[in-house]
């Protein structure tokens, strides 16, 4: 991968256990999918009630995360563990992902507006997560999950680099 412009935030989808979930992602990226490695390059998970990172695929390599708006080589992917379509993350995951975002920030020129969320992607792709077809089912993911702050993030972001 050349150098990353933006960084893509995801969710798994999955409610965050007790237990290490990051492995079970890879094992179906992996199994399942056929890839190399597991498609992001960080996740965020508790295990045993404590914050985490778990390493993915080194940051040298494309990701498999996001292939809208070619964002597999041009961005980080971040996976946060837990299903933002149901509950918003606490804050505690909030700040802990903004400070994951904000390190690899220091080592890449990555501004705040170009911390997205995957259907951001799908936007600049010109895929509407917001559009309902008429089957009743949206056009694109809403990851990483209607209630993700991913504003606030951004915002955030922005105040820390000020």
């Not at 050349?2 to 893509?8: A, T």
């Not at 490695?37 to 990172?53: K, S």
């Not at 080589?73 to 379509?85: H, K, W």
């Not at 089912?137 to 809403?142: C, D, G, I, P, S």
Request: overall charge neutral; proline content about 6%.
């Amino acid at each position: 991968m050349n150098r990353p412009e933006y960084i893509v935030i995801h969710h798994s989808l999955t409610k965050d256990g007790s237990v290490k979930d990051w492995e079970a992602i890879r094992k179906y990226h992996v199994g399942t999918n056929g890839w190399t490695d597991i498609g992001y390059h960080y996740g965020i998970e508790r295990v045993n009630g404590v914050l985490t990172t778990q390493m993915g695929r080194p940051v040298f390599m494309a990701g498999a995360h996001t292939k809208e708006a070619g964002m597999n080589q041009r961005s980080i992917g971040i996976c946060v563990v837990g299903n933002f379509d149901v509950a918003p993350p606490d804050w505690e995951t909030v700040g802990y992902l903004r400070d994951l975002c904000y390190a690899i920030m220091a080592n890449y020129p990555i501004p705040a507006q170009n911390v997205i969320g995957h259907r951001d992607a799908g936007l600049m792709a010109g895929f509407d997560w917001r559009k309902i077809g008429p089957t009743g089912v949206r056009e694109f993911k809403t990851c990483p999950g209607i209630l993700f702050p991913l504003h606030g993030l951004q915002i955030e972001l922005k105040g820390v680099l000020t």
